[in-house]
């Protein structure tokens, strides 16, 4: 009868272990898969080492095996296990509540350490309190983190932000009656086993009750308290229903087949500069609507790069859950808007030049998203230029003008004053007094006649007010004609197609590139703005200046390192010599000052999202303006 009892004692332990490995699985399933051999052994590894050792080391070493088998890493498996623990504290803590309610247990009680005590008293008050506090609490971590250096200051906020987002999404996620269910087979499980092992310790002539099983488990002191008499019986209670879940973990090892499946990342982003840019955002409690927003349009998806450029729109690559790839691009509110403008300009042009294939657009109370298809093996014109032969990349680049040059052709008509004024107000004036007012660093380098940038002198915007005022600048585009137009023609806004096999490239539509990501709110819609977009990147360098990280600034004295491409300048020079041979002298000049003010657009974004890497292209816009300057001169002769 005794060996019976004591072998009950143990199969409902074991049942209590399994009840807990399926618990655990539920909340790591939110994320990913579990695999619940790997998470057995996690388990058994560790309350081993917690029933051996007198301190609670099995948790952690829990967590870094589990971790070490989960897709999402360590982090994530922290997270969980913190989930987890919390849930046995207060259940633990409601069964002493309720023992000192019926006034059993309170010599028992006693015996638990007061570190629990204070878990059991406090850890509800303490977690309204920090969710009361998150903001708070989010600042100060942001602020020690940034001691550090940016490996140490991005664990710090992932870990942190793992243990807000991924245990709110473990609770709000999961299937709570199961949690529930679960969490009741747990418990009920591991009470009948105490409760027959403390008959069964009777039986043997101990004066044993539930309690006293309760108070030695949750001592602290794991076997150490235990007399040496009895001392085997624990062993075998506490030690064979971890070593029969380990062969449980084995066979289920043998028997599970082995697969690579779907996860979804805590963070979608694949970068640790991309993530801790993020986190960075999320921790400065800064557009939260956004970043839910974000997370959710990213939830299942993973975010190969960042290609974003001067826009508040932001453009992905990202891989879905089968592996292809895609363009994704997304923007919020009024972003949103101009967005969902922008898609419905790729429908209506879809037949005129070669554009993205829209397969999939979403619109959210304060977003819009749409993904583009990526034809084949497709590369941005800016990694196809410094990759391939300079012939090559300057023939894609000549069809591609040749069919802007189509939809230049579309609803032509005259320009008028009302539109240049509002263009030069809005893309001139208005961002100018951003750009003098809103950057600290800008407004301090315009105190300077002229600034030195990497050694080399340039007048700085107070020396332009003739050519930058709303009459010099109606002078110059007063002649420009209006029609359909891409609006942003960076080098990065052409994908090449170095694939043209994929799929007969769509029934022969697409040869060797295609254009992305049209701006329509450009008010001006002149076929030169298209040209000058050409310009921001082969005569302004636009994409190496985006990789720029470090600049130094000392009174009027501006230094960083940037790369300059040799393949840009021989560009550059055949295109000039086209637009020489396509355009008159004046047509010429006004895409030129169509260049400044692109650059004059972008400053704005970059002082908001960088105040000081900002500088960077404001000295580019100084040297573009001083070389217009040089350009009007000479084809006014």
């Keep these: 009868m005794e060996v019976k009892i004591f072998l009950l004692s143990i199969f409902f ?275 939260r609507e956004n970043i839910r927003a974000y997370l959710e349009i990213n939830k299942d998806v993973l975010i190969i790069e960042d290609i974003s450029a001067g826009s508040n729109a932001s453009t992905l690559i990202v891989m879905k859950k089968d592996g292809t790839l895609f363009f994704r691009k997304y923007a919020f509110n009024d972003d949103g808007i101009k967005l969902k403008k922008q898609i419905e300009w790729i429908e209506k042009h879809f037949n005129d030049i070669p554009l993205p294939i829209i397969v999939e657009k979403e619109e959210g109370y304060n977003y819009i998203t749409y993904d583009m298809k990526n034809l084949g093996n497709s590369i941005g014109m800016f990694k196809y230029i410094h990759t391939m032969p300079l012939k090559e990349s300057w023939n894609i680049l000549k069809k591609a003008l040749e069919d802007i040059q189509r939809l230049h052709k579309r609803n032509l008509r005259e320009s008028n004053e009302k539109d240049i004024e509002q263009y030069i107000k809005s893309k001139v004036v208005d961002n100018l007094k951003i750009i003098l007012t809103e950057s600290k660093y800008i407004k301090n380098l315009e105190k300077y006649k002229s600034i030195f940038v990497n050694g080399v002198e340039l007048p700085t915007l107070r020396n332009y007010d003739k050519i930058l005022n709303i009459e010099y600048l109606k002078s110059i585009f007063n002649d420009d004609k209006y029609s359909d137009i891409h609006g942003d023609l960076t080098i990065e806004n052409i994908i090449g197609i170095l694939d043209n096999n994929i799929e007969n490239l769509v029934a022969k539509k697409y040869d060797e590139y295609y254009f992305i990501d049209p701006n329509t709110g450009n008010i001006h819609d002149s076929p030169f703005l298209d040209y000058a977009k050409l310009l921001q990147s082969l005569h302004g360098n636009y994409e190496f200046l985006m990789n720029v990280s470090e600049i130094k600034i000392e009174k009027n004295y501006i230094n960083f390192m940037v790369t300059e491409s040799d393949a840009y300048v021989q560009l550059y020079q055949k295109y000039y010599s086209y637009l020489k041979e396509k355009f008159s002298n004046r047509d010429i000049i006004s895409i030129f000052f169509h260049e400044i003010i692109h650059w004059l657009r972008l400053l704005p974004y970059k002082i908001k999202k960088n105040d000081k890497l900002a500088v960077v292209f404001y000295t580019k816009l100084l040297k573009i303006i001083a070389d217009v300057q040089e350009i009007e001169n000479e084809l006014k002769k």
Excluded at 134 to 143: A, G
Excluded at 149 to 172: A, G, P, V
């Design 13 to 287: 332990m074991i049942m209590g272990h399994i009840f807990k490995i399926k618990r655990w699985g539920l909340l790591i399933s939110v994320y990913e898969k579990p695999v619940e051999y790997n998470l057995l052994n996690a388990m058994t590894l560790g309350h081993t080492l917690n029933t051996v050792f007198p301190i609670r080391i099995g948790d952690i070493v829990r967590i870094i095996w589990a971790g070490k088998k989960l897709k999402n890493s360590y982090s994530f498996s922290l997270a969980t296990v913190i989930a987890d623990l919390y849930i046995d504290f207060i259940t633990v803590g409601a069964i002493f509540f309720f023992s000192i309610i019926s006034r059993k247990g309170i010599y028992y009680l006693e015996k638990i350490p007061y570190y629990y005590a204070f878990i059991f008293i406090f850890i509800i008050p303490i977690t309204f309190l920090v969710i009361m506090w998150k903001k708070y609490i989010k600042l100060f971590v942001k602020r020690v983190a940034s001691i550090f250096n940016e490996r140490i200051e991005l664990s710090l906020l992932y870990i942190t932000y793992l243990c807000f987002t991924s245990i709110k999404d473990i609770f709000q996620k999961i299937n709570k009656l199961k949690f529930i269910f679960l969490t009741f087979g747990i418990w009920t499980s591991y009470i009948i086993s105490y409760s027959l092992f403390a008959k069964f310790m009777q039986k043997k002539g101990e004066n044993y009750s539930i309690f006293d099983i309760f108070s030695k488990l949750f001592s602290g002191a794991s076997l150490y308290n235990i007399e040496k008499k009895i001392l085997p019986y624990w062993i075998i209670y506490l030690l064979l229903p971890l070593g029969i879940c380990l062969l449980f973990s084995l066979v289920l090892y043998v028997l599970v087949k082995k697969e690579n499946f779907y996860y979804r990342q805590t963070l979608p982003q694949i970068n640790s500069r991309e993530r801790l840019a993020f986190l960075k955002t999320y921790f400065s409690n800064e557009n």
